[in-house]
T-cell receptor
């Protein structure tokens, strides 16, 4: 089975622009979670989607949004980019609903976003 | 809220040395615990996990035991190799405290193994 894929792998944007990142989960996985990784804040949870519904959200401003399509692919969008949004954005997929908390999340390689 | 604390790095070891990376947690419910590894330029790979107290997760010579009494999940390996050089993250999943499919990570510990 193919792993989690993320596109693009690298992005350079300027302040004020917006950006859309894409994530394709492992085939059959219906849950997609997004994380931001920075040297200062570490790995932080952004949000989680399951069957096209956002079920969980981290403490990020409204400029960060996402969606999930019927084929489980997910996108996240960041509007009005700030310098502090420079980070590695990781998505992860899991095969079940996550209600028990025991599911393994499988991570993609990430999208490296640089904001100038 | 839920949190994970792991020992700060970097940890520098010679090949074949014994490795311990400490991890402790605070959780509202009954979390599952994970160790992930990140190699340079890559995403995170699951190393091992444990879903209930006293469970031992193991993989590729790494082990960790879920200790509820000490709220710990320390990572150990008896003999490290240069190829083990990476950043290691301890994480928990606690639907009661954090909701669905939300991993809470420690700060990460960088391991450097020299020949």
């Amino acid at each position: 089975k193919a792993g989690v894929t993320q596109t693009p792998r690298y992005l350079i944007k300027t302040r004020g622009q917006q950006v859309t990142l894409s994530c394709s989960p492992i085939s059959g996985h219906r849950s997609v979670s997004w994380y931001q990784q920075t040297p200062g804040q570490g790995l932080q949870f952004l949000f989680e989607y399951f069957s096209e519904t956002q079920r969980n959200k981290g403490n990020f401003p409204g400029r960060f949004s996402g969606r999930q399509f019927s084929n489980s692919r997910s996108e996240m969008n960041v509007s009005t980019l700030e310098l502090g949004d420079s980070a590695l954005y990781l998505c992860a997929s899991s095969s079940t609903s996550g209600g028990a908390g025991t599911d393994t999340q499988y991570f993609g390689p990430g999208t490296r976003l640089t904001v100038l | 809220g839920d949190s994970v604390t792991q020992m700060e790095g970097p940890v520098t070891l010679s090949e074949e040395a014994f490795l311990t990376i400490n991890c402790t947690y605070t959780a509202t419910g009954y979390p599952s615990l994970f160790w992930y590894v990140q190699y340079p330029g890559e995403g995170l790979q699951l190393l091992l996990k444990a879903t209930k107290a006293d469970d031992k997760g193991s993989n590729k010579g790494f082990e960790a035991t879920y200790r509820k009494e000490t709220t710990s999940f320390h990572l150990e390996k008896g003999s490290v190799q240069v190829s083990d050089s990476a950043v290691y993250f301890c994480a928990l999943s606690d639907p009661l405290g954090g909701g669905y499919n939300k991993l809470i990570f420690g700060a990460g510990t960088r391991l450097a193994v020299h020949p």
